[in-house]
């Protein structure tokens, strides 16, 4: 089955400055590379995506590029905010193992005003 | 616009004792998803149902038990419990066919003492 490994597990940056989390994928057939964001005690929400078909999407503050052939996605979150700290999850999934997510291990993201 | 609804929201339960969640998708979405998220763990995949049948498992215990019924909401139902059952117990939907994108509810917390 498809195994996601996420890198940092935290990370602590000042305001205004950038973050980046990488994320890398086990089975070639996952097509589709969401990012949630997890609040405490709060369900997952979906930030941004990408397909396999593009290398690179951007929405405002937020960007996530993927190298299918090397397996590794990574989310960028530039002139980050206090609000932004959350914790940030990877995943992967393949249409043809029913959309089901397997997710990275997580990223404790703290932004220091 | 409608979310996907968990009830309920908090739960407290004694080893040995049943339990049992429920999940009501967002309308239209034919597919639900149980996640269990242990503290400070990702999000882990138990069980799926597409069209009230049952379409991928994952490391669910043999203790639990779900379906998905006519109206398309979906019920988790726990037994034996032990103090290793305490989690986020998660549920999100899609329909098939459409993105890959899951939509999440916000949680059940399952607390056994």
């Known amino acids: 089955g498809e195994n996601v490994e996420q890198h940092p597990s935290t990370l602590s940056v000042q305001e205004g400055d950038s973050a980046v989390i990488k994320c890398t994928y086990s089975?070639?057939?996952?097509?589709?590379f969401p990012w949630y964001k997890q609040e405490l005690g709060k369900g997952p929400q979906l930030i941004i995506d990408?397909?396999?078909?593009?290398g690179e999407k951007k929405d405002q503050r937020i960007a996530v590029t993927l190298n299918k052939t090397a397996k590794h996605f990574s989310l960028h979150i530039t002139e980050t905010q206090p609000e932004d700290s959350a914790v940030y999850f990877c995943?992967?999934?393949?249409?043809?193992?029913?959309?089901?997510?397997?997710f990275g291990g997580g990223t404790r993201v703290l932004v220091k005003p | 616009a409608a979310g996907v609804i968990q009830s309920p929201r908090h739960l407290i339960k004694e080893k040995r004792e049943t339990a049992t969640l429920k999940c009501y998708p967002i309308p239209r979405h034919d597919t639900v998803y149980w996640y269990q998220q242990g503290p400070g763990q990702d999000p882990q995949f138990l069980i799926s149902?597409?069209?009230?049948?049952?379409?991928d498992k994952g490391s669910i215990p043999d203790r639990f038990s779900a379906q998905q019924f006519s109206d398309y909401h979906s019920e988790l139902n726990m037994s034996s419990l032990e103090l290793g059952d305490s989690a986020l117990y998660f549920c999100a939907s899609n329909k098939q066919g459409e993105t890959g994108e899951l939509f999440f509810g916000e949680g059940s917390r399952l607390t056994v003492l």
């Open positions: 089975d070639s057939a996952s097509n589709y």
């Open positions: 995943a992967a999934s393949a249409k043809a193992a029913g959309n089901k997510l397997t």
């Open positions: 990408i397909r396999s078909n593009v």
């Open positions: 149902f597409y069209e009230k049948m049952q379409s």
